[in-house]
């Protein structure tokens, strides 16, 4: 819910689709059915993320210039980071947030030793969001091979032709997978600065929700 507010709460989203898998579907209905209705948000479903967001594209109007895809997991991304994404994507059609890799990389064997020492000049670390020209994304999809593995949306964008521009992202949007991210994330989200809604944006809008 919380990074559904970060795209709610914004003037140029016309419309805020979440893509879940299709076992989780009704119980995400269910626990948060109310907020994601009084947001106007819809529900698409699919066995995996590709085919999820595939569903969510049926429900996007034909009239929509670009469509953000955003990993709900990354709750503490700025306004500023998407703004920059959105901007940037306007002008090349693919855009993906993503930060430098400015670490070590060792290559272990099996046995936990060090084997190899791994160059990690040029490499970056997708973040979401990522963003496409509309019709873009679409062909990308239509053409979509479900037996080639593709890593993210951005991967499939470039199998038909069009590499995705890095944006600079930073650590701060981190990815929530476990309990000690959640720890770490927490005064993260806090100190992003949100977008001041122009209505209520849930029945407790008035409250700390997150």
Do not use: C
């Not at 693919?94 to 290559?107: C, S």
């Amino acid at each position: 819910m919380r990074s559904l507010e970060l795209f709610i709460a914004r003037d140029d989203v016309s419309l805020t689709v979440l893509a879940v898998a299709q076992d989780e579907a009704e119980r995400v209905k269910t626990k948060y059915g109310p907020h994601l209705a009084f947001a106007s948000v819809k529900v698409a479903a699919g066995a995996d993320h590709f085919s999820a967001v595939a569903a969510a594209l049926e429900k996007i109007p034909t009239e929509v210039e670009l469509i953000v895809i955003h990993d709900a997991a990354r709750p503490a991304v700025s306004a500023m980071q998407i703004d920059a994404t959105l901007a940037t994507a306007v002008k090349t059609g693919a855009a993906v947030l993503a930060a430098p890799l400015e670490q070590t990389l060792k290559q272990v064997d099996k046995d936990k030793k060090v084997s190899n020492t791994l160059d990690s000049q040029d490499v970056w670390i997708a973040h979401t969001p990522q963003v496409f020209n509309a019709q873009l994304l679409r062909d990308a999809y239509a053409k979509r091979d479900a037996s080639i593995a593709f890593a993210d949306d951005a991967d499939l964008v470039a199998a038909s032709g069009t590499a995705a521009t890095v944006v600079p992202s930073s650590w701060r949007n981190i990815r929530v997978v476990t309990s000690d991210d959640l720890t770490v994330a927490a005064p993260l989200i806090d100190a992003v600065p949100k977008p001041k809604p122009k209505g209520p944006i849930g029945p407790y809008a008035e409250d700390k929700m997150w």
